[in-house]
C-alpha cells in the first residue's frame, strides 16, 4: 500500500515539474485523474482566450493584426497543433485558412472527420513577420496558453503538424523527418508528428507518408 501511495506521490510530482517546465504554474483544471475523465474542468477554452487577452507577452504583437487562438471542438478527441499563423489566418483570426489550411482540411475529412470535430491551434498564436520561423523566446512565451487549451480539451491525440510543433511538444531537436511516422506519449496523450500542409504544398510526393500518419490516427481513434 505504502509503496502504491510513494508511486502516485512520485508520479504527481514529475507531472507537476513538467508543467512548471512548460511555464503553467497553476492548473486549470481540479479534481483530475490522469487517464480518467474529468467532470470537473473549471476552465473553459473562453476563459483561456480571456486570461490570454490582448497579448503582448512577446514581440510578435507588435506586428500582428490578430491574436489567432484556436478553434474547433471543446471535447476533440483528436487536436492538430501546427506553427504558427501565417497572412491569411492573421487577416482573418483563425487557424489554418489559407492553401495550407485547405490543405489541412482534406487531410482531417480524408479520416471521416470535419474541422469543428477537431480542435485546432498552433505554438504561436501570432504570425511571425514574414513568415519567418517563431523565436524560441516566442514559443516559450505563448507556450502555456497552448498547454492550458490542452489541459481544458484533454484530447486523447495531437497530431503535430511540422518541426516546430514536433519539437516543442516533444521537448526535442530531431528533425520531423525522423520523428514522423513514430507514436510519443505527452502526459498520457498520444502525440504523433506528421509533415505541415505548407511543406506538402512544396513536396507534394511526400503526401504518401502524411496518409500514413492519418491512416494510424484514425485507428487509434476507433480505439477511444
Ligand atoms: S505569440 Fe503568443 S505570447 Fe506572443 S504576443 Fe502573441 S499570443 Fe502573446
Redesign the pocket.
Known amino acids: 500500500m505504502d509503496e502504491n501511495i510513494n508511486e502516485v506521490i512520485s508520479d504527481l510530482k514529475s507531472y507537476l515539474e513538467y508543467l512548471k517546465g512548460m511555464g503553467i504554474h497553476s492548473l486549470p483544471i481540479s479534481g483530475t485523474v490522469r487517464g480518467q475523465p474529468n467532470p470537473s474542468r473549471v476552465m473553459t477554452l473562453e476563459e483561456v482566450r480571456k486570461e490570454?487577452g490582448d497579448?503582448?507577452?512577446?514581440?510578435?504583437?507588435r506586428t500582428?493584426r490578430t491574436?489567432v487562438f484556436g478553434e474547433g471542438n471543446e471535447r476533440a478527441t483528436l487536436m492538430f497543433i501546427g506553427e504558427?499563423p501565417g497572412y491569411d489566418e492573421d487577416v482573418q483570426g483563425r487557424p489554418f485558412v489559407g492553401k495550407a489550411g485547405q490543405l489541412l482540411t482534406k487531410i482531417i475529412e480524408s479520416i471521416k472527420l470535419s474541422r469543428e470535430e477537431v480542435y485546432i491551434a498552433n505554438i504561436?498564436?501570432?504570425r511571425p513577420p514574414q513568415n519567418r520561423n517563431?523565436e524560441p523566446e516566442?514559443i516559450e512565451?505563448?507556450n502555456p496558453?497552448l498547454m492550458k487549451q490542452i489541459l481544458v480539451i484533454q484530447p486523447k491525440i495531437i497530431c503535430a503538424l511540422g518541426t516546430f510543433a514536433a519539437q516543442t511538444l516533444l521537448k526535442t531537436g530531431s528533425k520531423i523527418s525522423d520523428l514522423r511516422g513514430k507514436m510519443f506519449d505527452l502526459e498520457g496523450i498520444k502525440v504523433i508528428p506528421t509533415y505541415h500542409p505548407a511543406f506538402l504544398l512544396r513536396n507534394p510526393e511526400r503526401k504518401r507518408e502524411v496518409w500514413e500518419d492519418m491512416k494510424k490516427i484514425a485507428e487509434l481513434i476507433k480505439t477511444q
Open positions: 490570454l497579448c503582448k507577452r512577446c514581440k510578435l504583437h500582428r491574436i504558427g504561436v498564436k501570432c517563431p516566442e512565451r505563448c496558453f
